[in-house]
């Protein structure tokens, strides 16, 4: 006679399965979590980078208009000292050609006198 199998075996086999299965179905689940967490930090890290690389941009525009604006700056001030310089200069040019008109004068007044003085002791 067959011997009838009782249903422990199968029972056992059947618990293992569903053992193996729910095993297997732990390690998808944290294969799944390990992935989107790896995503997650790349997404980050490539977020950080476009703002890193955002400010970067943002600074050296900052500093070369900083350095335009100083450049500017220096260059109306050079331009308001050239322009005071010339001012002085034409000051002093006005007063040399007065001072020459006032000497030519002062000669023609001088020779006047003497004509009159000569004129007079003649």
Do not use: H, W
């Not at 040019?93 to 003085?117: G, P």
């Amino acid at each position: 006679m067959a011997r009838r199998s009782s249903g422990f075996n199968t029972a056992v086999r059947t618990f293992k399965a569903i053992d193996r299965a729910c095993k297997q179905a732990e390690r998808d689940a944290q294969r799944r979590k390990n992935a989107k967490e790896r995503a997650q930090t790349k997404a980050s890290r490539e977020l950080d980078r476009q703002l890193k690389a955002e400010e970067k941009a943002f600074e050296r525009e900052r500093k070369e208009l900083e350095r335009q604006l100083k450049a500017d700056e220096k260059a109306f001030a050079d331009a308001q000292k050239e322009q005071s310089r010339m001012e002085i200069q034409a000051i002093k040019d006005e007063q040399k050609i007065a001072k020459e008109c006032f000497e030519q004068r002062m000669e023609e007044r001088v020779t006047l006198r003497e004509d009159i003085i000569r004129e007079y002791m003649d």
